[in-house]
Each structure stands twice: as structure tokens, then as C-alpha cells.
């Protein structure tokens, strides 16, 4: 098997990327891996907290900046807001 760490907490192992360190990938957790398509599509799964998310669009030129959003706005959504809020 091969695998790549990158220096930011990212890497890469068999055809997708991965989260190795907290924060390295906005909220996602440790374990999380997805990969993107060349149009903007994008998909990732949280084994930890058991979520799969897929991002379907296509956009030319594509920023990768959409489906991270996407992502961060999904996993907000689901922390519980802090009490006496």
C-alpha cells in the first residue's frame, strides 16, 4: 500500500485523500477521506462521525474553495449549539 503524508495533516492512499491530523481539513475528523472531480463534484466520508457527503456540480473553472465550504456548513449544522444559547 501506498502513502503519502503531506506536511499540513492531509495525505493521499489509494486513489483518494485523507485527514491524518485534527484541523488539517476544517471540521472533518481524522479518518475522513474523499476525493474531487475536475468540474467541482466532490465527495468525502467521516467514518467517525458516520457521515458520507457528495457534492455534485459542475463548473468551469472550478474553485476548490465551494465543496470545502459545503462541507464545513454541513458539519456545523450538526454540532449541537453550546447551552443557553
Not at 44 to 58: A, S
Not at 61 to 73: K, N
Amino acid at each position: 500500500m501506498i502513502r503519502t503524508i503531506a506536511a499540513d495533516g492531509r495525505g493521499f492512499e489509494l486513489g483518494f485523500s485523507t485527514v491524518d491530523r485534527l484541523g488539517a481539513d476544517g471540521f472533518t475528523s481524522v479518518g475522513t477521506y474523499g476525493w474531487g472531480g475536475e468540474y467541482g463534484s466532490s465527495y468525502g466520508v467521516d467514518p467517525k462521525e458516520r457521515l458520507v457527503l457528495v457534492f455534485m456540480i459542475q463548473q468551469l473553472p472550478h474553485s476548490a474553495v465551494l465543496p470545502s465550504r459545503v462541507t464545513t456548513i454541513v458539519v456545523q449544522a450538526l454540532v449541537p449549539a453550546p447551552l443557553g444559547s
